[in-house]
């Protein structure tokens, strides 16, 4: 892990970095807008799984509430990662070198690929795929915060 | 008298636990924030549905029936982790800005809420679309958007001026 080690040095020492650690409001301003986006993302997915499990909004077709709702998991997910970046440009080890952090982008890989997937038509697993990235989604709030607890670097 | 009753609170097993049990407190806190990544979210659902800048064609009645159980539920379980979370530093958490600014925020948009459920809101089983939904709608549903914004925002604060992992 000697260049992970170079590079975090590296990134924590440039002067965008630098000014993310001293300027103080800046990182839970970022943090406030991440936790706005996730927000927006797990509800969304939220609402197009019930409606796929059956479980509500059944007033509706499933394609009527994903095209309602699936916009709002999607538009928000460059604001996440960007909010994502910042926080990383501010302290690299504590997310790249946490096995949690990497954990949480296997988790957001599978959530993004498990919500387009289970939008094919007719798709029997559809609802196994519902169940599945909203226990991802799920997962990917609890990584975010262990981020915090768990040693990076 | 408010010292004692924060101390006896705090002294409580479960808030002892809560406060010492190193793997307990991370737990409690990744509920509160799904629980409340789900309050705020659901709630936006209804105030972009008010401003008029989401599910336009559909009525607010029939968006805030599909919403408001989500939000209730998730509210919940907001308020229970955050009061093990309290409990835990009670003293702390009590003469803390911005903690006081957030419990503060969260009642302003109990009001708001109340608000539209008793005047605003009256006649509100005809807003079928965006276009029949009145401009007063606009305004509760701006003012609880920027509210909740307000209560995260508040909640990150004081994870920033309490000594705990951020």
Known sequence: MHALDSFCTWLEATSVSRTLQTVEWIIPAVQTVHILAVASVVTSALMVDLRLLGLGLRDQSVQAVARRYLPFVWWPLPVLLA????????????????PVFWLKMGLLAAAIVGTLASQ??????????????????VGIVFAGRWIAYVQGG | MQGAVLQALQDTSIATAVRENGALFPWIECVHVLALALVVG???????????????????????????????????LAALTGGLMFASNAITYAHNGYFQAKLALIGLAG?????????????SQAWRTAAETPRRARIVGALSLALWIGVVACGRWIGFTINAPT
């Open chain 2, 42 to 76: 659901s709630i936006s659902i209804v105030d972009l549905r008010l401003m008029g800048l989401a599910s336009r064609d559909r009525s607010v009645a029939a968006t805030t029936a599909a919403v408001l159980p989500i939000t209730w539920c998730a509210f919940a």
């Open chain 1, 83 to 98: 909010s994502g970046a910042t926080l990383i440009v501010a302290e690299p080890a504590r997310a790249l070198e946490n």
């Open chain 1, 120 to 137: 094919r038509p007719l798709r029997r697993s559809a609802r196994l795929l519902a169940v599945l990235s909203l226990a991802a989604w």
């Open chain 2, 111 to 123: 009001l708001n809420m109340g608000a539209f459920h008793l005047v605003v809101g009256r006649g």
